[in-house]
């Protein structure tokens, strides 16, 4: 169930919004065959496992191992479960169950009534914080959120004004970017916009970009913004209109209406998985506030402002720590959720 788990997270930032799937055939104590969910659209790790077996003969004797229950349904592919049983597996062992829909048990139940052993509930914990995302938005039916800040060494993360102050270094810079990969989205407010100009895309790896999504009330942002290039898709909620030109789109909403909560649904209804919130304290406090999030990322630096803009109070279960160059990073799990 581990080498499913690590097939899996090859596909990360590339095949949402399905979750992310590595499979395994084994005959006896040996791997022979293998696969995992590469990009949206095309196979299933399971039929991809299966199809990679050179000797079909021995699946009639052989366990198949699965990281999520495997899909009944016709989407994109045909169902997984008639794949597997028209290949005559004995055995599929499953590590999570599919909170979809559209799945929900009837995968399980689809091998049972074929005949086939299912045992399921293998490595379940680390099948649930593989696919957080994924299970995160078909239970709660909002994307998983990510807060993400750098901060100084004394509690700041800007100095006062509308300036630019770079506080993270360049290894930290290309992990943030990393991160970005792995969401569907990314959100900043308007005063992030304004005095960052921030680009919001994938540069320092190779990625897809995700979604930007920029709180803009007021319409503010000026029209040679980055945000506003047409590059990539980005929506910018406001209070003033709604359109849509090429990858730019406009999305009113009321802004003292439960605005976090609205923008939310509007994604989740888009099938967003997960965003990565990186804007300033007013915004970062707000998800805090509401406790609106999963995860936090916190960048803290040696550097030291004596005052200014100060970083968000948080509190959460440590993850983990990592250090950077002279880059600290502590990761947070919302333990109020």
């Not at 055995?91 to 999570?96: D, L, N, P, R, T």
């Not at 802004?255 to 923008?263: A, E, G, P, R, Y």
């Not at 630096?301 to 005052?307: A, D, Q």
Request: proline share 4%; net charge negative; with cysteine.
């Amino acid at each position: 169930m581990q080498r499913c788990i690590d097939l899996a997270q090859k596909g990360m930032g590339r095949v949402a919004p399905n979750p992310l799937v590595g499979c395994v055939v084994v005959f006896g104590d040996e791997i022979i065959g293998e696969g995992y969910h590469s990009i949206f659209g095309e196979l299933h790790a399971e039929i991809k496992a299966l199809e990679s077996v050179e000797d079909k003969s021995l699946l009639g004797s052989s366990t198949l191992y699965v990281n999520l229950e495997p899909c009944n349904h016709f989407g994109k592919t045909p169902p997984c479960t008639r794949r597997i049983i028209e290949a005559g597996v004995p055995k599929v062992v499953i590590g999570h169950r599919d909170p979809n829909i559209q799945i929900e048990g009837r995968g399980i139940e689809k091998l049972r009534e074929a005949g086939i052993e299912v045992i399921e509930g293998i490595l379940s914990e680390s099948n649930y914080e593989l696919n957080r995302r994924f299970l995160t938005l078909h239970k709660k039916k909002r994307p998983f959120i990510i807060l993400k800040w750098a901060q100084t060494s004394d509690g700041f993360m800007a100095k006062a004004g509308d300036v630019k102050t770079a506080i993270s270094n360049e290894q930290s810079k290309q992990l943030v970017h990393q991160w970005r990969g792995e969401e569907q989205a990314i959100m900043v407010g308007t005063n992030t916009a304004l005095i960052d100009n921030p680009q919001l895309t994938v540069r320092e790896i190779d990625g897809v970009n995700p979604l930007r999504v920029v709180l803009d009330r007021e319409l503010q942002i000026p029209q040679n913004s980055h945000l506003l290039d047409g590059k990539t898709s980005t929506i910018v909620v406001n209070e003033h209109k709604s359109d849509r030109e090429h990858n730019l789109e406009h999305l009113k909403l009321d802004f003292d209406q439960d605005l976090l909560t609205n923008v939310l649904n509007e994604l989740a209804s888009r099938d967003i998985q997960s965003i990565l919130v990186e804007g300033g304290a007013q915004l970062h406090s707000s998800f805090i506030a509401a406790n609106l999030w999963d995860e936090a990322r916190i960048i803290t630096s040696p550097v030291t402002f004596g005052g200014g803009i100060e970083a968000p109070e948080i509190s959460g279960e440590q993850l983990k720590t990592e250090s950077l160059g002279n880059n600290f990073i502590s990761y947070l799990t919302n333990s109020r959720d």
